[in-house]
């Protein structure tokens, strides 16, 4: 039995790819297998992916861009990857639909909150792509929308490090793990597991549950969807 009926998932953009490329596809394979699995065990499944592999944009050369036209390329980048898992998705065996927050009718479906519920509820896995459609909002915040739009019991973002530190562990070797904290904790200490839009968002809906984790190991999803407690519980 899983721990959750119905969740929305946050993947990054580098979790597709490795090595400079911009698809690893037995990574891609890898984790729509799991996803599979997630489904199977009976969870409804909304992904959000970020843009990381492809376009991360107002960075190094391209500091000095326009930031609306910046972001719009970041929004890009999320349905090409949204449209490469779902095909991984199908070819593993379950339905998938892919969303856009921005309408390109040719290549996805335009987002729409009631359709998309009645998605999940009938079992296809769901990709919500071009984030929240806006620019100035990450797919942090988009991945916090969609989960109150679809009533989701938890957002498990699969992350690349394991859970939320006191302070970055790459930089301070003193940062320790935190179990368990609130919305309005996690703000105002300032933790970068979401950005303050996101967090701001789940703790004025009272999202139930974000769980916080490495993705090193894909299977890592099932585990905490069979109830384990690795990583971090986030909460209102």
Not at 28 to 33: F, Q, W
Not at 41 to 64: F, L
Not at 100 to 128: H, I, Q, W
Not at 135 to 143: I, L, Q, W
Request: proline share 3%; hydrophobic share 50%; aromatic share 6%.
């Amino acid at each position: 039995m899983a721990a959750y009926k119905r969740v929305v998932l946050k993947l990054s953009g580098e979790a597709l790819g490795s090595d400079g490329s911009l698809f690893d596809f037995d990574k891609v394979r890898r984790a729509a297998g799991v996803i599979k699995t997630m489904r199977d065990m009976g969870t409804e499944i909304g992904i959000v992916i970020g843009a990381g592999n492809i376009w991360r944009g107002r960075q190094g050369p391209s500091a000095h861009m326009d930031a609306v036209t910046a972001d719009q390329m970041g929004m890009l980048g999320t349905v090409i990857n949204c449209l490469c898992m779902a095909d991984a998705i199908r070819q593993a065996g379950a339905d998938a639909v892919v969303m856009s927050a921005v309408d390109m009718n040719r290549f996805c479906e335009p987002f729409n909150a009631m359709t998309a519920r009645r998605y999940l509820a009938e079992g296809k896995v769901l990709l919500f792509a071009a984030g929240s459609g806006n620019p100035f909002f990450s797919t942090d915040t988009a991945v916090a929308l969609r989960a109150v739009e679809m009533q989701a019991d938890a957002i498990l973002m699969a992350k690349n490090i394991d859970g939320v530190y006191t302070a970055d562990p790459a930089k301070d070797p003193t940062a320790t793990l935190i179990k368990d904290i609130t919305y309005r904790e996690a703000l105002q200490r300032g933790l970068k597991v979401m950005d303050a839009a996101a967090f701001a968002l789940c703790a004025e809906n009272a999202v139930p549950m974000v769980r916080v984790f490495g993705l090193d190991v894909p299977e890592n999803l099932i585990d905490v969807l069979e109830g384990s407690d690795m990583g971090t519980f986030v909460h209102p």
